[in-house]
C-alpha cells in the first residue's frame, strides 16, 4: 500500500539516471495537461503533481513510484 502523500512532502522516486527527489505540490484527481502531456487521473486513481529538485520541473506520477524521504 502507498504511503499517504500531502503537499509539501518531500519525496524521492527512480528515474533512468537513478534516483531524484522533489517536492509534492497537488494531489490530482481529475484529467489534466502538463506540458502537452495528458495526464489520466481520476478520485479512483489519483496522481500527485511532483517539482523536481533538481531541474524545478514538474511531472505526474502514480502514488506507487513515489516514496517519502525519511526526517523530512
Same mark, same amino acid.
Given at each position: 500500500?502507498a504511503?499517504?502523500?500531502k503537499?509539501?512532502d518531500q519525496?524521492?522516486?527512480?528515474t !533512468?539516471q537513478?534516483?531524484? $527527489?522533489?517536492?509534492?505540490k497537488? /494531489?490530482?484527481? %481529475? !484529467?489534466t495537461?502538463i506540458k502537452?502531456?495528458?495526464v489520466k487521473?481520476s478520485?479512483e486513481?489519483?496522481?500527485?503533481?511532483?517539482? %523536481?529538485? /533538481?531541474s524545478g520541473d $514538474?511531472a505526474?506520477?502514480?502514488?506507487g %513510484?513515489? /516514496?517519502?524521504?525519511?526526517? /523530512?
Open positions: 500500500m504511503e499517504k502523500l503537499k509539501g519525496v524521492e522516486w527512480e !533512468p537513478g534516483k531524484t $527527489e522533489g517536492t509534492v497537488n /494531489k490530482l484527481t %481529475s !484529467p495537461k502537452n502531456h495528458e487521473a478520485k486513481n489519483p496522481e500527485y503533481l511532483v517539482e %523536481s529538485g /533538481k $514538474e505526474a506520477h502514480k502514488p %513510484s513515489l /516514496k517519502k524521504t525519511r526526517g /523530512k
